[in-house]
């Protein structure tokens, strides 16, 4: 079974079964609502693609002489214009653009093997998701926890250092984040690897079924292999996950400060109940909202960073794909991996939304 | 008695009201007054517009701070910060008038003159540059006399010392440093100079932030990347300002299918990981400052637009331009005296955001080696080329990044206090 293939069940099963269970026993307005998103994405999809399609083709500047650079002849670049299509009349270049964005079939790459681009872009997608998955997490963990923190101990010590923190991890340049843990924990201390997925000889024991390795490890029982995987995922998940905090802090602590002072909160203090659970029980609940509205926001400034994290740490992912392949004057495929960005960044945004809609029942559209 | 009635004035006193009291005193004064009401925000925005003046003041005139310009080759490569670049000595023994490593040249047959070195040292190589150019000199002169010394080489400072001292070889080229410490050892040896015959200084200072990969001083480099950075801060904000805030006036102001068609489009750039639309006109584009300009400015575009656009359905729904259309305003007018003025604002603070925003995006492509030529002292450039020497030269990589910081943050900073100033409701979060 190709990865690929085993990839789409992971991920779509558990997606079909919730969107089923939403339409089985969600409310009429609820599944018009997820409906109507799902409708909309289409669209968006569309007018994201043809941002790309445009750019690339419209703005001045011509790949192919670009990619043969001074020894390529005028019948040369001609050939491999014709070859790749570019002769043809604008609208009908499109309309293969679109086409491709439908079937995923991007042709084959200009350089390399020539393999087919969407095989390449199959074996990097999985270390992509295993590095913002976790970067995630640890920026919604810092972020939550932080901000309820310095609302709950506001104008007090903590709540400036947690105000300073949001501010400064703002303004740190992530690569440059990434080169200072690298130096500090891989070359001064020596304690964690600081380029790769796996260690390259453990690497050779793991057997891969889905491409990500922390799962591959873990079905197949390949301990020594598992340990080695966590290990080379702490410094970048650490980069790119603290730079997404910041602005989580921020977020949380004015929500939750926002709630604070809601009548119920009030009420809820008034018949004694204590301010822990007042805190993380009633106003970080109710805080949390906006908080998820974040996530679907931040979708975009977490694969712009997976993009340099990924450069810097060496990690095979999307990412550096897209880097390798400008580098190269790939053109087809740099198409290609911007495409499939922009159709990610819809699906996260249509999944962030419909999550949104379950977990706060005064949504109803 | 008497005293106290006479006290009281005759006229009454002038009814002073804190406007009036503002009206009296000077623009500088008021805003150094203004901190009463603002607190700490007040102090932030006066700090960083400071800073901000300052990397200003450092981008337009260079030269004023930094010693070097930035392409020139210092010194050595790969000097830490402050390390006292080492000088190679000749030692020679005391009784020859050995002053340069051109008083070794011999006959084109003759036997090639011995030289010792410290194994792992540095000298060798600047023995083996220093020899290759006389050389080179010898043989231009043509008058039959080469440099050709062969280096033998010792594992300890002491052997090779000794081998002088026996005679075994002509002279060792060791670092000014380590021979005042074993001198009193070797009577019969003298300290013979530099390489080149010329005067070693020993007053030669470190580089504050040391020397990169290719010996250019790196405080030079930080200083003036500044002006790139700031460069592109500015000017691709300017531009995505220029086009972002009309475009919203009007979609707001008009509304209807225009609206609803700049809307999409400015909600699906909006919605796409900027990074990655900008390495892509920075892809087709190629390098160049103009190109990455337009790159990121095209991402902020949006953010200029969703602003404006907002403010401006707010605005036209107030009395006073309602006052205004009734009493026969032109569209023109309303849009210019009514509703421009009242985005002015919140434009004031996206661009300080969006400067700081600006300089990240840009530092981000240099990096990934898009958008700017690599001869230019840039940042992210320099970044991206300490990478490679992380084990050896981490000081390549800290300083730059720092200088990103610093610059983003002042910025951040400025906008930060900014937003609460002008938006009191928020203040109190």
Redesign the interface.
């Known amino acids: 079974m190709p990865p690929i293939t085993l990839l789409a069940i992971i991920i779509g099963v558990p997606s079909i079964l919730l969107l089923a269970y939403v339409f089985i026993r969600g409310t009429t307005g609820l599944r018009r609502y997820i409906l109507t998103r799902i409708v909309l994405t289409v669209p968006m999809v569309f007018i994201l693609g043809s941002l790309v399609f445009f750019i690339m083709r419209v703005l001045p500047g011509d790949p192919v002489s670009s990619a043969l650079g001074p020894k390529g002849t005028p019948e040369m670049i001609q050939q491999i214009r014709t070859q790749l299509g570019l002769n043809d009349p604008m609208i009908v270049q499109y309309g293969r653009f679109l086409g491709q964005m439908v079937t995923l079939k991007f042709g084959n790459s200009l350089v390399g093997g020539h393999r087919p681009i969407i095989d390449e872009m199959s074996e990097r997608f999985p270390a992509t998701l295993e590095l913002i998955i976790p970067a995630s997490i640890l920026a919604l963990v810092v972020g939550i926890y932080g901000g309820t923190l310095a609302a709950s101990r506001r104008k007090k010590a903590t709540d400036y250092a947690f105000r300073i923190y949001a501010v400064v991890i703002y303004s740190v340049p992530i690569f440059w984040l990434g080169l200072i843990l690298q130096l500090f924990f891989g070359v001064k201390l020596g304690w964690l690897p600081i380029s790769g997925r796996i260690d390259p000889i453990i690497g050779t024991t793991l057997q891969t079924h889905t491409n990500l390795y922390f799962i591959d490890s873990l079905i197949t029982g390949n301990w020594s292999a598992l340990g080695s995987v966590v290990l080379h995922l702490i410094l970048p998940t650490i980069t790119l996950g603290l730079i997404q905090s910041g602005l989580f802090v921020r977020i949380t602590r004015a929500n939750v400060i926002e709630t604070l002072q809601a009548d119920y909160i009030a009420a809820a203090r008034a018949r004694g109940i204590r301010e822990k659970v007042l805190i993380y029980g009633h106003a970080l609940k109710n805080a949390m909202i906006p908080v998820i509205t974040l996530i679907g926001l931040q979708v975009a400034i977490l694969l712009a960073g997976a993009v340099l994290t990924e450069t810097v740490f060496s990690w095979p992912g999307m990412g550096s794909y897209l880097v390798e392949r400008i580098s190269a004057r790939d053109y087809t495929a740099v198409q290609s991996v911007i495409t499939v960005f922009a159709m990610l960044v819809a699906l996260i945004s249509l999944a962030v939304d419909v999550i949104y809609s379950l977990v706060d029942p005064r949504v109803r559209y | 008695m008497d005293t106290n009635i006479e006290k009281i004035p005759t006229t009454p006193p002038d009814e002073i009201t804190w406007e009036d009291d503002l009206k009296k005193v000077g623009l500088l004064r008021r805003l150094l007054r203004a901190r009463k009401w603002y607190g700490a925000d007040w102090w932030f925005v006066a700090i960083s517009s400071l800073a901000v003046l300052f990397f200003i003041l450092v981008a337009i005139f260079p030269s004023w701070f930094a010693p070097y310009t930035p392409d020139t080759l210092v010194g050595p490569r790969f000097l830490a910060p402050n390390e006292i670049p080492a000088v190679s000595v000749l030692i020679a023994p005391s009784d020859s008038t050995i002053s340069s490593l051109k008083d070794l040249a011999v006959d084109e047959n003759a036997d090639r003159p011995k030289v010792a070195v410290v194994m792992g040292a540095s000298t060798s190589g600047d023995l083996n540059d220093t020899a290759k150019q006389i050389d080179a000199d010898l043989i231009s002169e043509g008058n039959g006399l080469r440099l050709r010394p062969v280096i033998e080489r010792y594992d300890s400072l002491d052997s090779a010392l000794q081998a002088v001292a026996d005679g075994t070889d002509a002279v060792a080229v060791i670092e000014s440093t380590e021979f005042a410490g074993v001198s009193q050892n070797y009577t019969s040896l003298r300290e013979a100079g530099s390489l080149t015959g010329e005067v070693v200084s020993t007053s030669t200072k470190g580089f504050v932030m040391g020397t990169n990969d290719i010996g250019q001083d790196i405080y030079s480099r930080l200083i003036y990347g500044t002006r790139i950075a700031l460069i592109i801060g500015f000017s691709s904000s300017l531009l995505s300002l220029f086009l972002g805030v009309p475009l919203g006036l009007l979609a707001g102001f008009i509304g209807g299918a225009l609206d609803r068609l700049l809307s999409?489009?400015m909600d699906?750039?909006y919605?796409?990981?900027?990074?990655?639309?900008a390495?892509?006109?920075a892809?087709?584009?190629?390098p160049s400052i103009l190109n990455i300009i337009i790159a990121i400015s095209v991402l902020y575009i949006p953010t200029y637009y969703r602003i404006v656009r907002g403010q401006t359905l707010t605005v036209k729904e107030e009395v006073y331009v309602e006052a205004a259309r009734s009493i026969g305003a032109r569209r023109s007018e309303i849009l210019g005296r009514y509703i421009f003025p009242n985005v002015i604002p919140s434009v004031a603070i996206i661009f300080s955001v969006n400067v700081?925003d600006a300089i990240?995006t840009g530092?981000?492509l240099s990096?990934?080696?898009?958008g700017l030529p690599p001869t230019i002292a840039d940042w992210g450039i320099d970044?991206a080329r300490?990478?490679r020497f992380?084990?050896t030269a981490?000081w390549m990589?800290?300083f730059?990044?720092l200088a990103?910081?610093l610059v983003?943050?002042a910025f951040?900073?400025m906008g930060?206090g900014l937003t609460e100033i002008f938006n009191p409701k928020?203040r109190?979060?």
């Open positions: 999409l489009v699906s750039l919605a796409f990981p900027g990074l990655i639309l390495i892509a006109i892809a087709v584009l190629g700081a990240l530092a981000g990096f990934l080696g898009l970044l300490g990478q992380i084990q981490p990589i800290t730059p990044g990103i910081l983003v943050l951040t900073l930060e928020l109190d979060r």
